[in-house]
């Protein structure tokens, strides 16, 4: 929701309806971006969707008749959603205002969306700009400039040649979920050798100086069938993909670090070449590659920008936010000022709890609870429960937009503890258990732990950078014994909880301006212990969108080992909890492990 040229909400749909990427119409997104606003449907001026459909059909057809008769299963598929609600967007996006809407509807292009959300809340006056994902109408990147209140998008990738889906298809091939399961490649990666590197860009890809490419498409099945791959794909890599939950051999590791290494590598022959194109020293990314933390802190080292700045919700959900931007500077014509450190507001954009609904809802479940009013003794109390080994489940202020928990909707750890990781993972998280966990670090102590720039800022978390060698723990010796997920077993630094194996890892920054009482919280622990590092995850279980009111916090609580839970200033020990039954937990998790 953009109001006068401000961001004042965004919310995605799943946060509400606890579906994960719900697809469905985003009824509770928009009432509570409404009501956030203090607007009714009657007083928008313009509704912005992120694309346009009646293009993006056109690439369906046009895909289907180009892959004929192969093709029929996946269009067939498709082609029900299409014909009852996508193509007659106007009328769904009316309806779901209740009819009370009757101005223009905008339809932006995928990438321009996009590009206006990397650049219209970034802090610079002009930039260069770079879109990278699987597919809009027909464009998979783009890249081109923005200048005050505008963008200028002068290149583009076309469908099937797609990096995003170069990266997905690998995904697919190594058992995990298209779409959702990308962060768990990259997580994979470092535990292997980079081996199929060479196979990749012979076999798969004609790259270009520039970073441009085309993929051989007889080794993918994406545009005509239901796989991401296909046959030829099995005999280039020794066998059929991954069968999910099964586990993971060397070839996975070696495929992940393999195709990370090309995804890398590809990405920096873009920005290079833009940069000499457009020879500016500010680079803004968007689209669902940009998430790629590991890539982002490459780019930000070996690249030639001096400054990068990526859309927190970089992939389709902030599509609309940059929809909306792009509608109010460059079609209406509204001057822009960048805003200073952005216009994101610390994507702190969602619902914010209130204590007295807190407190009815923890009076109405019987849930014992501590109040601390004074906001000094309440950070100190945290702080010394996380140093005592305690898992904190924190729920405070504005949930984030995006895919990172920010420290609205986290779940907190002490990295110094070499086993929270594994205790995060496997009896908090449920997730696999090589996944690894970022830390959140004062921002003028970033330099101090990490090998970035002086006072390095990165308070979305779409920075890697590696852990500085006087912070490492010498394991030469043993390193070379291990493999694959053995390495797991290696204590690398004096933050272990979130070192990975390659001593990387993904920084979150905090301040005082942006940050309020999580600031406040890393001080206190920073006192109290020295260390200005904790572990900072998404509040949630693995399948589970990040909870987003404090009744979902308190289930997902009970449901798992968190042991204290911070409800803005209310404190809930697990040990004074009601027990829930092991069939209302497995009930619980059974709704997520669905993937």
């Given at each position: 929701?953009?109001?006068?040229?401000?961001?004042?909400?965004?919310?995605?749909?799943?946060?509400?309806?606890?579906?994960?990427?719900?697809?469905?119409?985003?009824?509770?997104?928009?009432?509570?971006?409404?009501?956030?606003?203090?607007?009714?449907?009657?007083?928008?001026?313009?509704?912005?969707?992120?694309?346009?459909?009646?293009?993006?059909?056109?690439?369906?057809?046009?895909?289907?008749?180009?892959?004929?008769?192969r093709g029929f299963r996946s269009f067939l598929a498709a082609l029900p959603i299409w014909l009852k609600k996508k193509l007659h967007?106007?009328?769904?996006?009316?309806?779901?205002?209740?009819?009370?809407?009757?101005?223009?509807?905008?339809?932006?292009?995928?990438?321009?969306?996009?590009?206006?959300?990397?650049?219209?809340p970034s802090p610079f006056?002009?930039?260069?700009?770079?879109?990278?994902?699987?597919?809009?109408?027909?464009?998979?990147?783009?890249?081109?400039?923005?200048?005050?209140?505008?963008?200028?998008?002068?290149?583009?990738?076309?469908?099937?040649?797609?990096?995003?889906m170069l990266y997905s298809a690998f995904t697919y091939f190594c058992g995990f979920k298209v779409n959702s399961g990308e962060y768990k490649l990259m997580g994979l990666a470092p535990y292997g050798q980079p081996r199929y590197a060479d196979l990749i860009r012979?076999?798969?890809?004609?790259?270009?100086?520039?970073?441009?490419?085309?993929?051989?498409?007889?080794?993918?099945?994406?545009?005509?069938?239901?796989?991401?791959?296909?046959?030829?794909?099995?005999?280039?890599?020794?066998?059929?993909?991954?069968?999910?939950?099964?586990?993971?051999?060397?070839?996975?590791?070696?495929?992940?670090?393999?195709?990370?290494?090309?995804?890398?590598?590809?990405?920096?022959?873009?920005?290079?070449?833009?940069?000499?194109?457009?020879?500016?020293?500010?680079?803004?990314?968007?689209g669902g590659v940009a998430l790629n933390c590991v890539a982002n802190g490459r780019i930000l080292r070996e690249?030639?920008?001096?400054?990068?700045?990526?859309?927190?919700?970089?992939?389709?959900?902030?599509?609309?936010?940059?929809?909306?931007?792009?509608?109010?500077?460059?079609?209406?014509g509204n001057p822009r000022v960048p805003q200073q450190p952005d216009g994101q507001s610390g994507s702190f954009l969602g619902p914010m709890p209130d204590e007295t609904a807190i407190r009815q809802h923890l009076e109405r479940v019987n849930a014992p609870f501590e109040y601390i009013a004074d906001e000094d003794a309440f950070c100190q109390k945290i702080a010394e429960l996380i140093a005592a080994g305690k898992v904190i489940g924190w729920v405070q202020g504005r949930m984030e937009f995006g895919p990172r928990s920010l420290g609205a909707r986290s779940i907190l750890g002490d990295a110094r503890n070499p086993t929270m990781q594994s205790v995060m993972n496997l009896k908090i998280k449920f997730r696999e258990s090589f996944r690894p966990f970022a830390p959140v670090v004062l921002q003028d102590r970033v330099q101090d732990y990490f090998e970035t720039r002086s006072h390095e800022s990165s308070p979305y978390m779409l920075l890697v950078a590696p852990v500085r060698p006087d912070h490492r723990t010498e394991t030469i010796?043993?390193?070379?014994?291990?493999?694959?997920?053995?390495?797991?077993?290696?204590?690398?630094?004096?933050?272990?909880?979130?070192?990975?194996?390659?001593?990387?890892?993904?920084?979150?920054?905090?301040?005082?301006?942006?940050?309020?009482?999580?600031?406040?919280?890393?001080?206190?622990?920073?006192?109290?212990?020295?260390?200005?590092?904790?572990?900072?995850?998404?509040?949630?279980?693995?399948?589970?969108?990040?909870?987003?009111?404090?009744?979902?916090?308190?289930?997902?609580?009970l449901a798992t080992n968190i042991d204290v839970l911070v409800l803005e200033k209310f404190v809930l020990y697990k040990e004074q909890q009601p027990k829930l039954s092991p069939e209302a937990v497995e009930g619980y998790l059974k709704q997520f492990f669905l993937d």
């Open positions: 929701m953009v109001v006068d040229g401000r961001v004042v909400a965004a919310a995605q749909e799943e946060r509400f309806t606890r579906i994960k990427h719900d697809a469905g119409f985003p009824r509770q997104a928009i009432d509570y971006c409404l009501s956030a606003a203090g607007l009714s449907p009657d007083q928008v001026d313009y509704v912005s969707y992120y694309e346009k459909p009646l293009l993006k059909f056109d690439r369906l057809i046009e895909t289907y008749l180009a892959y004929a008769p967007l106007r009328r769904e996006i009316r309806n779901g205002l209740g009819g009370q809407f009757t101005r223009q509807i905008i339809f932006p292009e995928h990438h321009e969306s996009h590009a206006a959300s990397a650049f219209f006056d002009e930039a260069a700009i770079l879109t990278v994902d699987g597919v809009g109408e027909w464009a998979t990147a783009t890249w081109g400039t923005g200048h005050e209140n505008r963008i200028h998008l002068s290149h583009e990738l076309r469908f099937p040649h797609s990096l995003g012979d076999k798969l890809l004609d790259i270009k100086p520039d970073g441009s490419f085309r993929m051989n498409m007889q080794y993918f099945n994406y545009c005509a069938g239901l796989t991401m791959t296909s046959s030829r794909f099995d005999q280039l890599f020794g066998g059929p993909s991954r069968r999910p939950e099964s586990p993971l051999t060397d070839r996975e590791m070696d495929l992940a670090a393999s195709i990370q290494l090309v995804t890398e590598e590809l990405l920096l022959k873009m920005i290079h070449h833009i940069h000499r194109e457009t020879k500016q020293k500010n680079l803004c990314l968007a690249g030639p920008f001096e400054s990068i700045w990526i859309q927190p919700a970089a992939g389709d959900a902030g599509g609309a936010l940059g929809a909306a931007l792009l509608t109010w500077h460059q079609l209406l010796s043993t390193e070379s014994q291990a493999s694959g997920l053995d390495k797991l077993k290696l204590v690398r630094s004096d933050i272990p909880a979130v070192t990975h194996v390659d001593y990387s890892a993904r920084i979150q920054t905090v301040d005082a301006n942006r940050h309020g009482r999580f600031y406040r919280l890393l001080k206190a622990f920073e006192a109290l212990t020295g260390c200005p590092v904790l572990i900072n995850t998404s509040f949630n279980v693995r399948g589970e969108p990040i909870v987003c009111r404090p009744d979902e916090a308190y289930r997902c609580f």
